[in-house]
């Protein structure tokens, strides 16, 4: 029994169809390849801004109660760039976190997300500013896409005051416009997604909320509570569990006993889609929005991705699967070098110009990244310490510090006004 | 959580016996008392809710209260019970504010203690409706509606099933201000009640007063009302305030305590404790239930021993008024501090804390706690675990004689 079951997490996709029992119709298995999709070369306009046509490959989807999306997806020259950018981005934001938290800079608990970089710019380009996202602690990719700075994460990184959330959360708590962090409980923010999606709805907003968990969290129980509320309610969310195929450190197939966890939903309509090609995520969550907006209720996605590092920075990454597992992954499927391929193979730019994109993207990211680290640290005052406890103003007269000299009294220091939370669009 | 259908049957049946309309709460004489006394004990009577000085009688003591604004103190008052103080501060508050809900296990016919009773029929189910049996997802709900602008109030049918949503309230509830900085996020409007304390023969699951683990929770506001006019204004200002409020309900005084409250809506401060009775000789200081105990208490020790006692109703037990309290411990010389929640790092230990650090000398005593036993409240010994007058009388007796 666990023999198979670890034989089967390593084998390749294309064996485990060859082991499809013969009578039952054979069904397709989600590619992780990210350089799956197709377009005529022909057929690419020499316009920036010209829509053409994309074909997704016929392994992008798996689909749980629900008509697939549309295989064919349109976009535009200047889109693609942009996507391409902006992975290249939040490689190289991810990429300078590692190294500062090598050199030490930025100490605590660290996620990186390299290798899943699609998933959050795919979301991205499919949905608009006014439309949510929550996801768990695995944020930065997702804080920068929302209209978080490469200097405000990174700043936060390092606990300085310049922050986005002034240094006091580091790497799990980021907000941005229509963006609900980062949060730190495994599983806690998929009922809060569902209460946003409600505010929504009651509001009559014609906005979808997207909840994001991992493939650990699937088996918390409140993630269970959120489905059910979601679709008793009718609630306009797309729940999507980020399959990177191990929970901390251990394999998915020895945590859960459903690995399909785009059927985790049971009474949800579900959608397994290949996390590694930014367009299969776009095309998704393009129609997750869509079936939202025609009040059609919650579904629950399934990316399935990978993580190029361990859990945290403590994790290596190396102790529960093989060294050759993530060579694999990182040579043959990477949604960077899958997309830089395909744009290449298209006609969509020349070797040049992505070099000169790869550049631009990285010489402003390191330009960020320097001035983060040239940031000052906050003041070592009470005042730092104890604000936004409760709304600035309406504090209780004081709060205590380690000895009696050290209590903060609130009223001698002006706190000023309370914030507009910059979440809420 | 098995356990829930049968306790609630059996508690409801109880507390709605006999079958009071909304108007003749005052038949409560005719109810059976949550606190029968033993044969031929001499303090330990039941508690005369009818008579209590803590109580508004009359109109008139009703709108003398300083606290409400002036407009209001012109205006009428109306003879209602607890849970029908909660009914109108809802439905002031869902008639108010668009942005209200009220949702909660059950809650759509009322409740199983008649707080959100005709709610759902007057405001649509759209904005009062009734959640799954699954705490921490519908308080993770009340969060993400919160943190989007929504004003929700979500209920909790027993504070004793709230530990499944512990997580919501300490980690995302309490921390969302803080740890959004700059962007200012927040989950303000959130308002959790929770009917709370021993009623009689609640036992294991249906008893407990879990407000000191909150309480030691930064980022919460903890409060727990004595009376319907208490409850009315201090459950408004929980829903106006933009902390996240634990609202926890005395359940024994949903029916018991009936009072004159003010028909018009008004708000109580949420940082303010109350003197309820003046003293010389020794503070006492509680909240919710007890205060009933305490103030019979004073009663009785202030005629045997020809003492003073000064009562104190703390209201809101995070972030609580220490000011009114040492300024009554200094002027007193000595401290009582009584709750029904064990004693053991709970309420009255931050509160003697506080008077020894900041009155230590102008102690004659030490401070001393009256609180339920550290033990579990078993079905049949309810009425030995929680602190009743005969362990206030004689805690004020040896504190004095000290």
Known sequence: MLSRAIRRSFASPLRRNAFVPAGRPAFRMVTTDAASSHADKEAVPKEDDKPFEVRLSDESFETYELDPPPYTLSTTKAELKQMYYDMVAVRRMEMAADRLYKEKKIRGFCHLSTGQEAVAVGIEHAIEKTDHLITAYRCHGFALMRGGTVKSIIGE??????????????????????????????????????????????????????????????NQGQVFEAFNMAKLWNLPVVFGCENNKYGMGTAASRSSALTDYYKRGQYIPGLKINGMDVLAVKAAVQYGKEWCREGKGPLVYEYVTYRYGGHSMSDPGTTYRTREEIQRMRSTNDPIAGLKQKLLDWGVVSEEELKAIDKEARSNVDAEVAEAEEMPIPDPTGKVLFEDIYVRGSEPEFMRGRIPEENFYYTEADMGNEQTPIART | MAAKTPSIRALSRYLLRPQTSLHSCCQHRTQRKPYSAAAGARLNGTVEYDTTSLLHHTSRSALANPELPADVRKGQTKRINLYTAVNEALRHALQTDERVLVFGEDIQFGGVFRCTMNLAAD?????????????????????????????????????????????????????????????????????????????????????????????HTPGLRVVIPRS??????????????????????????????????????????????????????VTIVSYGTPLYTCSASIEAAEKDFGCSAELIDLRTIYPWDRETVLKSVKKTGRAIVVHESMMNAGVGAEVAATIQERAFLRLEAPVKRVTGWATHTGLIFEKFIIPDVTRVYDAIKKTIDY
């Open chain 1, 157 to 218: 990184l390092l606990g300085r005051r310049g922050g986005i959330a002034y240094g006091k959360g580091g790497s799990m708590h980021m907000f941005a416009p229509g963006f609900y962090g980062g949060n730190g409980i495994v599983g806690a923010q998929v009922p809060v997604g569902a209460g946003i999606a409600f505010a929504m709805k009651y509001n009559q907003k014609d906005a979808v909320t997207l909840a994001l968990y991992g493939d650990g969290a699937s």
């Open chain 2, 123 to 215: 405001f649509g189910t759209e904005r009062v409706f009734n959640t799954p049996l699954s705490e921490q997802g519908l308080v993770g709900f009340a969060i993400g509606a919160a943190s989007e602008g929504m004003r929700p109030v979500a209920e909790i049918q027993f504070a004793d099933y709230v530990f499944p949503a512990f997580d919501q309230i300490v980690n995302e509830a309490a921390k969302y201000r803080y740890r959004s900085g700059t962007t200012g996020v927040h989950c303000g409007g959130l308002v959790i009640r929770m009917p709370t304390g021993v009623v009689g023969h609640g036992a294991l699951y249906h008893s407990q007063s879990p407000e000191a683990l909150f309480a």
């Open chain 2, 228 to 281: 319907p006019t208490q409850a009315k204004g201090l459950l408004l200002s929980a829903i106006r305030t933009n902390d996240p409020v634990i609202f926890m309900e005395p359940k024994v005084l949903y029916r018991a305590a009936v009072e004159q409250v003010p028909v018009d809506a008004y708000h109580l401060p949420l940082d303010k404790a109350e003197v309820l009775k003046t003293g010389k000789d």
